[in-house]
């Protein structure tokens, strides 16, 4: 791509922060446990990045060059799917403030994280960079940095929930109230402003379903990579051209 093209995304302002539109992972670290309350909304079209531009990236907290360039190279996994670009730099100024060192994972959704005041991460990981967890959960949650839904959220989805089970499941393990499983789990949304591709169990936007959770012999194990759908998804969201 010619960097002529692409364009910087501006710096983030200084506004009250609106979490309605934040999203989080609770699989499938135990140690990422969520009890992130914010209801939290799907891909809405106006919430991905200007197509062909270069976003900014950096970490809130002083990490050694190692761990640094292994997340950079865990996130940078996306980009050649996209359009965007991704830069990173020093300091608290970028679009994507990252903290490592949070009380869960989650993750502003696509531009919504230019609204969030300068000091505060737009996303955070709760999962310790030495659990096997790690670099998927942080796949998941850049995911939602660029705008991307919760595929289990799909309308096409159609999980035959054991509901009982699956509120008592996440209850347990994640201490999550009948309400957030409600907006977390089974809401579905069919805005005509949601992008949306093929259903994918794959995805890395998808939670692990347990067949335990579910009626009948359904379940999605533990997705660690960025799916071939996830990718069709990014080239249809930020085309090349
Ligand atoms: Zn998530």
């Known amino acids: 791509m010619n960097t002529d093209d692409l364009r910087k995304v ?5 506004q009250q922060a609106d979490n309605t539109n934040s999203t989080e992972n609770s699989s ?9 309350k914010a209801k939290r909304s799907t891909g809405f079209i106006s919430k991905f990045w200007p197509n062909r531009s270069t976003i900014t990236v950096s970490f809130m907290e002083d990490l050694s060059d190692e761990l640094k360039y292994r997340v950079e190279r865990v996130i940078r996994r996306w980009e050649p799917h ?6 990173f730099v020093e300091g608290r100024q ?11 994972n989650r993750s502003e959704l696509g531009n919504n994280a230019l609204y969030i005041p300068a000091d505060i991460p ?6 310790p960079s ?14 939602h940095a660029l ?5 289990h959220q799909h309308p096409d989805a159609n999980i035959p929930w054991d509901m009982d089970r699956t509120y008592r ?6 201490g999550w109230d009948e309400n957030d499983v409600n907006s977390q789990i089974f809401e579905v949304h069919y805005d005509a402003d949601v992008f949306r591709g093929s259903y994918d169990k794959k995805s890395i936007m998808h939670y692990q379903v347990p067949n335990e959770i579910t009626l009948g012999d359904w379940e999605v194990g533990v997705n660690t990579t960025i799916s071939e759908q996830d990718k069709i998804n990014l080239r249809k969201i930020y085309p090349s051209n």
Request: proline letters at 8%.
């Open 82 to 87: 996209m359009s965007l670009a991704m830069e």
């Open 169 to 174: 499941y996440f209850k347990e393990r994640f």
């Open 122 to 127: 737009t996303l955070t990981l709760a999962t």
């Open 94 to 104: 970028a679009n994507i403030r990252i903290s490592l060192n949070g009380m869960q």
């Open 28 to 36: 499938p670290a135990e140690s990422a446990e969520d009890s992130n």
């Open 147 to 151: 705008g991307l839904n919760h595929e």
């Open 130 to 143: 030495d659990h096997p967890s790690f670099e998927p959960d942080l796949l998941h949650e850049f995911g």
């Open 10 to 14: 501006p710096t983030p302002s200084v």
